[in-house]
């Protein structure tokens, strides 16, 4: 599947990663991590931490999946607000969802700090926009129970947003937990540092398409014809990890990005929060370290790459009208713009952990709008897992919920 066109900001921002060639040797190693975009680093991270030996293959470039094309906000909220979720999967178990999802941004800046790399790792607030009277009323419903299970939010009103914000909507909900980063570079460089530090193997271009398993170990078959033994699987390919499932878990999205020219810092909104709109398809927009504006959504059902990539041009104009509608006083000028695929589920939470009757494969599939912070919670989870660990999020979390 073609996961992205167009011009993918962090593609074009940082150097490929070239460190390393494809796979032309038979290796053995304990862990094969397939996937090479956030999620597998983070997985790879997790274990290398943990003295586990592991190593990743790709069948693209390092991290030239969704890694590269994605808008990389990082906030607790899941796809699904928790007042519906609370509806679909119980309260208690909604909230945990969220509750995970927080800590998993925390998680990720000790990440970034255990290992010193530059992921552009910066917290920033959230502003949830109560796009009509309707948002509203759901903004008020939203903001209830997250108070009532002691998440993180705060409720403006339509004047106390205009007067703070300068922006003209009905109401918002505000939290300071959110953060934003670079995750291409922070894939490239965790894989590096620990390529560096801990004999990670790191073969891109080298692509799966079987394996088989013996008593205590598999056998994966690379489209190279190349063989590799490992005792345990791990599937981080993200929005293509539907061949190894035995089931149909996900539905896919295509779904559009901008980013403008930089601007002065003083055309910018207080405190650069990451904001999004209640209004379906959404609206989202971010600021990024050299002063851009970057923002996304116009999602529609995938049908297929050609026909997403189409309607490129259009949904950059209707982006481009829903800023200027937000923010009319701020001259953004579009520089790059871009579409890609991603998935969601219908609960919004990812599938992480073993599929029953296949014991020592592990998915780590971060379905979902937000789904960085899935990915940090798969690596935990799984490395924990093959620890022999209990870990709670899988009954959330994982194929049997
Ligand atoms: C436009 C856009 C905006 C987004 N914005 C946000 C956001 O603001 N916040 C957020 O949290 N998330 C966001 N997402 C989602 C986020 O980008 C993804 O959740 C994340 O990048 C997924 O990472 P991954 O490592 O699981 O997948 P990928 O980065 O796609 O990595 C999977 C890798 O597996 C490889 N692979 C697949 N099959 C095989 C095989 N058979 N053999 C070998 N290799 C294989 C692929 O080549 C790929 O490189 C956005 C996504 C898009 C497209």
Aim: proline share 4%; with cysteine.
């Amino acid at each position: 599947m073609d996961l992205h066109s167009g011009s993918p900001f962090w593609a074009l921002k940082n150097p490929l990663f070239q460190e390393t060639d494809t796979l032309t040797e038979p290796i053995q190693t304990d862990v094969l991590i397939i996937g090479s975009g956030i999620t597998g680093a983070l997985v790879a991270h997790e274990l290398c931490t943990a003295g586990i030996a592991c190593a990743i293959v790709d069948k693209r470039s390092i991290a030239g999946g969704s890694t590269s094309a994605s808008t990389a906000q990082l906030q607790y909220e899941i796809d699904v607000p928790l007042h519906e979720l609370a509806e679909q999967v119980g309260e208690e178990k909604a909230a945990f969802a969220y509750r995970a999802s927080l800590k998993s941004i925390a998680d990720l800046k000790k990440v970034v700090k255990q290992t010193g790399i530059s992921a552009e790792f910066t917290q920033v607030p959230t502003l949830l926009l109560a796009s009509n009277r309707k948002g509203l009323r759901a903004l008020k419903e939203e903001y209830a129970i997250r108070t009532k299970h002691k998440l993180p939010v705060s409720f403006l009103d339509r004047e106390a947003l205009k007067e703070t914000y300068d922006i003209d909507r009905f109401g918002a909900l505000k939290n300071n937990a959110s953060a934003q980063i670079d995750c291409y570079r922070m894939a490239t460089e965790l894989l590096g540092y620990h390529r560096n530090n801990h004999q990670l193997k790191l073969f891109p271009y080298t692509e799966v398409i079987a394996y088989k398993r013996n008593a205590d170990h598999f056998i994966v078959e690379t489209q190279k014809g190349v063989s590799i033994s490992c005792k345990y699987m791990v599937i981080a390919a993200g929005f293509e990890a539907g061949r190894f499932l035995p089931k149909k878990v996900m539905k896919l999205i295509s779904t559009y990005a901008l980013v403008s020219e930089p601007l002065p810092t003083e055309s910018l909104w207080p405190e650069r929060c990451l904001i999004w709109e209640t209004r379906q398809p959404y609206f989202y927009l971010r600021t990024t370290s050299d002063n851009r504006i970057m923002m996304g959504g116009e999602d529609i059902p995938f049908k297929n790459a050609a026909l997403r990539d189409i309607k490129l041009p259009e949904k950059t104009k209707v982006l481009e009208n829903k800023f200027r509608k937000l923010f009319p006083h701020i001259p953004m000028v579009t520089d790059f713009s871009w579409c890609g695929t991603f998935s969601s589920t219908n609960d919004g939470l990812p599938y992480i952990g073993e599929y029953k009757d296949k014991k020592n494969l592990f998915f780590a599939l971060g379905y979902g709008g937000n789904g960085i912070t899935f990915s940090m919670i798969a690596a935990q989870l799984i490395r924990n897992k093959i620890q022999g660990k209990k870990d709670k999020r899988e009954e959330v979390f994982g194929f049997e919920r």
